[in-house]
């Protein structure tokens, strides 16, 4: 059995503060994470590894150099090695260019039964990327999987969490499932792991080495672009009011009321 | 009127039942069709729908019933095939779809098929008056920074759109279109994926997400014990009860009330902070809200920064008196001063 672990490198939220004139979150670059629900694919994909003997686990992740430290973090919680994708051109991909070059990473890995990754990364937050490279490499995906269970026959079931409950799924291997927090507890890495994880090296390859051209990834091979960016309005004309009296207090429950009146909301909740 | 390069929108079902969202998504769908000039379409895919007439009743034009009662449910291969096959077919220039599960997982297969560009839980959309194009404007990195989205070259421009970012329109009886079988060829196939059941949650902690109000309490509730008075606030209220990591790790609320970066986020149209300092990853998860009270001792606390509404105090003394005046209110009592005179 083969399994492969899409991770991302994403920007830590340790040391996050907020710039005072225009709202937007500040972040130390050099502070940078493996995206935490990689955390539940990666010990997902090592549990389902331990109930079967010469099974591998193998980490992609597609960065900047510096993702190599994902990549080492996803063998000190038990992937058996990984490789980097992680070129200049690879540089302002959209979801649908990042998962180009996922696949085509993958079709050079050789033959897998199983890809699983985070449901979606903390820092774009699309949850695109799992689908579009099961669908690239034309194979079925299950999204928002919160239990996983192979199956002797080469399938797998799905625990799939929608709106209104959830989903039982079979599905043939090879697939693509993503996860949800709720599928595990990571279990953190061992002082051992981390050690023998760092001596490690891994593979890095850009287009030529998955063979796509240049023009096929990064801004060139994106079909979206970013027009703008700005702040959402942030500083808001605060109404105060002082609670710490008896007619402080009876004022603001009034405002509150007021506020539940012009905006429709006094018509939920329980019956009295 | 072009018939080609409509504005499709992907419906929603339940079973035979349409899904509310669906309304809102035609509301989207008709600003953009409006602007553009062209029809707004409407696709139900597998399902055998009772109500399509209501589509239309509430927005669309044309109605595509496409292979109805082919499918049991949501089988995320054929559902994208058959989606692909009408985008072939009819040729729209925008497609959109609400941010649910099953958007969040159709749209991008169809995007990759098509090798389109798709933007992920918009909560604007709206017309380039200079090239045609849609701009597609979605919260980034936790809401802290918006981001206006094109897609200039390829087709259709695709999107998914985050509910209750909109009002569905007002329902028009004598609106007239057309509704239009579609079968593509899903007979005999087989798929990679089996529906085996579905189980229905009854306690589902998805009514965080979904609702209108939503009341969180922070370190400011001191204790378990005041943290239930937020319960009952948000029994009252109707509302989603939500909670920061530092309550959670208190033990005062479930994981599954985490609202903040690591958490859920939220976007209802009234949310209510109490205790809760308003830390970036806690505002990560709300700051999208259409109105913010904060209720804090401290009136340094950063929530303040964000609020529409103030209220410096001590937070469970409040929650406790605006649950009984809410009581009182909802009693038939008189609420003090709720005709607005203050």
Request: one cysteine or more; proline letters at 6%; glycine letters at 10%.
């Amino acid at each position: 059995m083969k399994i492969i672990v899409l991770i991302k490198q994403v920007p830590g939220t340790s040391n996050v503060r907020m710039d005072p004139k225009t709202g937007a979150m500040v972040r130390d670059p050099s502070d940078t994470v493996l995206n935490p629900l990689d955390e539940h694919a990666i010990a997902e994909a090592v549990r389902l590894k331990e109930g079967l003997p010469g099974a591998r686990v193998t980490a992609l992740t597609m960065g900047p150099p510096a993702a190599l430290k994902v990549l080492r973090e996803a063998c000190a919680r038990g992937a058996d090695n990984g490789c980097l994708l992680s070129h200049r051109a690879f540089g302002g991909s959209d979801t649908i260019a990042t998962s180009r070059v996922l696949a085509a990473a993958i079709r050079k890995l050789g033959s897998f039964d199983l890809i699983l990754a985070g449901e979606k990364a903390t820092d774009g937050e699309t949850g695109q990327t799992g689908p579009m490279t099961a669908t690239m490499l034309d194979i079925p995906v299950v999204t928002f999987a919160r239990r996983l269970e192979l199956k002797d026959s080469g399938a797998i079931n799905v625990l799939r969490l929608v709106e209104e409950g959830s989903e039982e799924l079979e599905v043939s291997l090879p697939a693509l499932v993503t996860v949800v927090r709720e599928i595990n507890n990571p279990p953190l890495p061992t002082l051992r792991k981390h050690v023998l994880a760092k001596k490690l090296s891994f593979p890095v390859w850009g287009p030529e080495e998955i063979g796509l051209k240049e023009t096929e990834t990064g801004l060139k091979g994106s079909p979206t672009r970013v027009a703008k960016v700005f702040s959402p309005k942030f500083a808001r004309a605060t109404v105060f009011h002082r609670a710490d009296s008896e007619a402080g207090a009876f004022e603001a429950v009034a405002a509150v009321l007021n506020i539940l009146k012009a905006r429709d909301l006094l018509n939920k909740g329980d019956k009295i | 009127m072009n018939n080609d390069n409509s504005v499709l929108v992907l419906a929603e079902t339940r079973g035979r039942r349409l899904h509310p969202v669906n309304f809102e998504m035609l509301a989207w769908g008709s600003k953009l069709a409006g602007q553009l000039e062209v029809p707004l379409d409407c696709a139900v895919l597998g399902s055998e729908v009772e109500e399509a007439d209501e589509l239309i009743k509430q927005g669309a034009d044309r109605v595509f019933l496409v292979s109805p009662g082919s499918l049991p449910g949501f089988l995320a291969t054929p559902l994208a095939s058959l989606l692909v096959d009408l985008i072939r077919e009819i040729k729209p220039a925008i497609v959109i779809a609400p941010a649910t599960t099953s958007g969040r997982t159709l749209l991008p297969i169809a995007a990759a098929r098509l090798a389109t560009g798709l933007t992920a839980d918009c909560t604007e959309l709206s017309i380039d008056p200079k090239d045609n194009l849609l701009l597609q404007t979605r919260p980034a990195i936790g809401g802290n920074i918006m981001a206006t989205i094109k897609t200039p070259l390829t087709r259709p421009q695709m999107a998914t759109v985050r509910p209750r970012t909109i009002r569905p329109l007002t329902r028009d009886e004598s609106k007239r279109g057309d509704i239009i079988f579609k079968q593509y060829g899903l007979q005999g196939k087989t798929w990679p994926e089996k529906l085996l059941a579905f189980h229905r949650d009854e306690n589902s902690d998805n009514t965080l997400e979904g609702a209108d109000i939503v009341v969180a309490g922070g370190k400011g509730m001191k204790n378990k014990d005041n943290f239930r008075l937020l319960e009952d606030l948000a029994g009252v209220l109707g509302a989603g009860l939500g909670a920061t990591r530092v309550a959670v790790e208190a033990g005062w609320a479930p994981f599954s009330r985490q609202i903040g970066l690591t958490g859920k986020t939220v976007a209802p149209k009234l949310y209510i902070g109490a205790g809760v300092a308003g830390k970036i990853q806690h505002l990560a998860g709300m700051i999208t809200s259409e109105y913010i009270i904060a209720i804090n001792e401290d009136k340094d606390a950063p929530i303040f920064k964000v609020a529409d509404l103030g209220i410096i105090g001590d937070a469970p003394t409040m929650a406790a008196k605006l649950t009984a005046a809410l009581r009182e209110f909802k009693r038939g009592g008189s609420a003090p001063n709720a005709d607005g005179a203050i």
